[in-house]
């Protein structure tokens, strides 16, 4: 027999096991959180972090960081930033809380008219985007300085403060302080907003694997026109997409809300680039096409372990950011480094 019949199309060769988990985005993240979860159990000082107590105590810094996260890792699998999430987590604060101590609304209409509020803010995101062509890194930032002024301006006309509160004398609050912001697991006291992280994380995983508007998210990333001509609705993906992550940052900005009972105008500020940190740690390319829902939450856990392990290893804090900086570029080079050998490897 010819030896050219025995060729095998590469297309149809078999794949090992190993090569399949190396192609999930979300290998290298987990791989370092690993790596970092280690280091951080046998540099500390006060025998916390490995314990319960200290997962309770990282796993609520990394709750709020992952519940945006998640939905920011999707945006950019499309191909899209938003740099106005941060800052949507103190408007959202802020616009409940005036809602409730200025105008004497019940919490619940106030955190309705929140969510509304954040998805307003998101379609005109993705639909200045999508209409003007301009890059959503420069939309986004237009927004990020917009509201950034209203929070500090209006705020202050309105309350002659910088901040709102006793909104934990409104009606409603007991019940949305014990959705949004209880503890559970006695005596551990986890926060409840890690049960959000979580349920975001399922959901949105669920969306990128079982439905089309997952496959739509990633095939969005590319060529428009071509996206377009097979029947992808490109400006709806987008702007939904745009939509859900300011909503994300209503929901933690609600969270943040109800368990300090105040709402500063500069809170979230900067917490934009954590959120893409989080995102590109846990896969997510900047180009677009690729990451997962898991690995953001990944990329936020190892945020979390971050900021709790260098306090309990007696390090000084103000290097955090620093660890970050390098964990952010460790993480792209492993995370290129594992995706080069996986797409390269036969078997």
């Known amino acids: 027999m010819s030896n050219s019949l025995l060729v095998t199309d590469e297309r149809m060769a078999s794949i090992s096991t190993v090569t399949r988990i190396l192609r999930r985005p979300e290998i290298g993240a987990l791989l370092g959180a690993i790596v970092i979860f280690l280091m951080f159990t046998a540099v500390d000082t006060t025998g916390i972090f490995a314990s319960l107590t200290g997962l309770a105590r990282w796993s609520d810094v990394a709750a709020t960081v992952g519940i945006v996260a998640v939905p920011v890792a999707l945006l950019m699998i499309a191909g899209e930033f938003d740099l106005s999430a941060g800052v949507m987590v103190g408007s959202s604060g802020l616009f409940a809380g005036l809602l409730i101590s200025n105008w004497n609304w019940n919490m619940w209409p106030a955190i309705a008219a929140t969510l509304v509020f954040a998805a307003a803010i998101g379609f005109i995101n993705g639909w200045l985007v999508m209409v003007t062509g301009l890059p959503s890194f420069i939309v986004t930032l237009a927004m990020f300085f917009s509201l950034r002024g209203i929070n500090l301006g209006l705020t202050k006309v309105i309350t002659d403060t910088v901040r709102v509160a006793d909104i934990d004398e409104a009606p409603g609050y007991d019940l949305a302080r014990s959705v949004f912001a209880s503890e559970i697991i006695e005596p551990y006291d986890y926060k409840v907003a890690v049960i959000w992280w979580i349920a975001v994380t399922a959901l949105a995983t669920w969306v990128l694997t079982r439905t089309q508007f997952g496959n739509w998210i990633y095939a969005v990333s590319g060529d428009k026109v071509a996206a377009r001509n097979t029947g992808v609705p490109v400006r709806r993906t987008k702007i939904t997409l745009f939509m859900c992550t300011s909503m994300s940052a209503a929901l933690v900005g609600v969270i943040t809300l109800t368990r300090l ?87």
Not at 270 to 286: K, P
Not at 310 to 321: E, M
């Open 261 to 347: 009972r105040s709402m500063q105008a500069g809170q979230g500020v900067g917490e934009e680039f954590t959120f893409i940190i989080a995102a590109v740690v846990g896969g997510c390319l900047l180009t677009g096409g690729y990451g997962s829902a898991i690995g953001a939450s990944i990329g936020a856990a190892i945020i979390g372990m971050a900021f709790i392990g260098i306090a309990y290893a007696g390090w000084n804090t103000d290097w955090t950011w620093l660890f970050l900086g390098l964990i952010l570029f460790l993480a792209v080079l492993v995370n290129t480094f594992i995706g080069r050998r996986a797409s390269g490897a036969r078997k």
